[in-house]
């Protein structure tokens, strides 16, 4: 399960970001888990609250948003959403494409006391 590490990463971000602050605790984290990265966010959600047991952390609100993925087409220059890698071009059905977004796995929010 490599949501437990992603969420160690988060901890550290968060951390590192109070301390930086100055900041008695952490109320809120938004997270940014594009549709494409190969991170499940509920697990990944659970997994924070869990590591954020006995720290700064505890008892925040941990939340995501879940960006589409974006890609061009190669073939026809067609910019268009995408919601798996193996899907086509809409336009021509290509599969020649270069994904523009929605690989992202990012802190976007924290919120402090």
Do not use: W
């Amino acid at each position: 399960m490599h949501e437990l590490t992603l969420a160690e990463s988060v901890m550290e971000i968060v951390e590192k970001a109070a301390e930086k602050a100055g900041v008695a605790r952490v109320t809120r984290v938004r997270l940014s888990i594009g549709a494409l990265s190969h991170v499940e966010s509920d697990t990944l959600l659970y997994c924070c609250e869990v590591v954020s047991r006995g720290g700064i952390a505890e008892g925040a609100r941990f939340e995501a948003d879940r960006p589409s993925g974006k890609a061009r087409c190669h073939a026809c220059e067609q910019d268009f959403l995408l919601d798996h890698l193996a899907q086509g071009c809409p336009l021509c059905s290509k599969h020649d494409f270069q994904v523009l977004d929605g690989e992202q796995m990012r802190v976007v929010e924290i919120g402090f006391i």
